[in-house]
Protein backbone atom coordinates (compact mmCIF):
# COMPACT_ATOMS: atom_id res chain seq x y z
CA UNK A 1 0.00 0.00 0.00
CA UNK A 2 1.47 3.29 -1.13
CA UNK A 3 0.20 6.28 0.97
CA UNK A 4 1.41 8.61 -2.05
CA UNK A 5 3.65 11.07 0.41
CA UNK A 6 7.08 11.67 1.28
CA UNK A 7 7.99 9.77 4.81
CA UNK A 8 9.55 12.69 5.83
CA UNK A 9 6.02 14.78 6.08
CA UNK A 10 5.44 12.40 9.05
CA UNK A 11 9.03 12.88 10.38
CA UNK A 12 8.46 16.48 10.66
CA UNK A 13 5.73 16.13 12.22
CA UNK A 14 6.84 14.06 14.54
CA UNK A 15 9.77 16.87 15.07
CA UNK A 16 7.12 19.73 15.30
CA UNK A 17 5.35 17.83 18.22
CA UNK A 18 8.52 16.89 19.96
CA UNK A 19 9.71 20.85 19.84
CA UNK A 20 6.08 21.57 21.19
CA UNK A 21 5.92 19.40 24.07
CA UNK A 22 9.44 20.13 25.12
CA UNK A 23 9.10 23.87 24.98
CA UNK A 24 5.92 23.51 27.10
CA UNK A 25 8.04 20.94 29.81
CA UNK A 26 11.28 22.70 29.56
CA UNK A 27 10.91 26.05 28.53
CA UNK A 28 8.24 27.13 31.09
CA UNK A 29 5.71 27.39 28.13
CA UNK A 30 3.12 25.20 30.34
CA UNK A 31 3.61 26.98 33.46
CA UNK A 32 3.04 30.30 31.86
CA UNK A 33 -0.04 28.92 29.80
CA UNK A 34 -1.20 26.92 33.17
CA UNK A 35 -0.09 28.47 36.49
CA UNK A 36 -0.48 32.28 37.49
CA UNK A 37 2.74 33.91 38.38
CA UNK A 38 4.20 32.74 41.94
CA UNK A 39 1.93 29.64 42.26
CA UNK A 40 4.61 26.76 43.44
CA UNK A 41 2.08 24.21 44.02
CA UNK A 42 0.92 25.06 40.80
CA UNK A 43 4.13 23.78 39.41
CA UNK A 44 4.87 20.94 41.29
CA UNK A 45 1.53 19.79 40.17
CA UNK A 46 2.28 20.73 36.07
CA UNK A 47 5.28 18.99 37.11
CA UNK A 48 3.77 15.67 37.87
CA UNK A 49 1.20 16.05 34.41
CA UNK A 50 4.50 16.45 32.50
CA UNK A 51 6.11 13.10 34.20
CA UNK A 52 2.93 11.24 33.25
CA UNK A 53 3.01 12.78 30.03
CA UNK A 54 6.81 12.28 29.38
CA UNK A 55 6.27 8.29 29.23
CA UNK A 56 4.25 8.95 26.06
CA UNK A 57 6.24 11.44 24.65
CA UNK A 58 9.66 8.52 25.51
CA UNK A 59 7.33 6.42 23.11
CA UNK A 60 7.03 8.62 20.38
CA UNK A 61 10.38 9.06 20.59
CA UNK A 62 11.35 5.55 19.93
CA UNK A 63 9.22 4.81 17.75
CA UNK A 64 10.32 7.70 15.50
CA UNK A 65 14.09 6.31 15.56
CA UNK A 66 12.63 2.94 15.17
CA UNK A 67 11.22 4.07 11.87
CA UNK A 68 14.39 5.19 10.46
CA UNK A 69 16.59 3.28 12.44
CA UNK A 70 15.58 -0.17 11.91
CA UNK A 71 16.08 -1.44 8.52
CA UNK A 72 12.88 -3.48 8.36
CA UNK A 73 11.02 -0.06 8.75
CA UNK A 74 13.36 1.17 5.92
CA UNK A 75 12.59 -1.13 3.13
CA UNK A 76 9.09 -1.76 3.79
CA UNK A 77 6.75 0.94 4.02
CA UNK A 78 3.78 -0.46 5.64
CA UNK A 79 6.26 -0.82 8.93
CA UNK A 80 7.71 2.55 8.64
CA UNK A 81 3.95 3.95 8.22
CA UNK A 82 3.09 1.89 11.44
CA UNK A 83 6.04 3.14 13.44
CA UNK A 84 5.51 6.67 12.40
CA UNK A 85 1.80 6.58 12.87
CA UNK A 86 2.27 5.21 16.57
CA UNK A 87 5.35 8.14 16.89
CA UNK A 88 2.40 10.61 15.88
CA UNK A 89 -0.40 9.02 17.74
CA UNK A 90 1.66 8.96 21.50
CA UNK A 91 2.84 13.03 20.88
CA UNK A 92 -1.10 13.43 19.98
CA UNK A 93 -1.69 11.77 23.25
CA UNK A 94 1.05 13.19 25.21
CA UNK A 95 0.21 16.50 24.27
CA UNK A 96 -2.98 15.99 24.91
CA UNK A 97 -2.17 14.58 28.75
CA UNK A 98 -0.05 17.90 28.94
CA UNK A 99 -2.93 20.29 28.07
CA UNK A 100 -5.78 18.38 30.16
CA UNK A 101 -3.58 17.64 33.07
CA UNK A 102 -2.99 21.79 33.14
CA UNK A 103 -6.36 22.82 32.74
CA UNK A 104 -6.87 20.24 36.13
CA UNK A 105 -3.97 21.53 38.07
CA UNK A 106 -4.45 25.41 37.01
Same mark, same amino acid.
Given at each position: ??? /? +??? #????? &?? +??????????? +?? $????? @??? $?? $???????? !????? $? =?????????? =??????????? &?????? *????? #??? @??? &??? *??? /? =?? +? !???? !? =??
Amino acid at each position: MRL /G +FSP #MIPTI &AS +FLLAALWGLSV +FA $GWGIA @AFC $GP $GSPQCEQR !LEAVA $G =VSGLFAVLAA =VCTAAAWVIPA &ARRDQR *VFTLY #MGS @ACA &AWI *VAE /G =VL +F !LGGL !L =VG
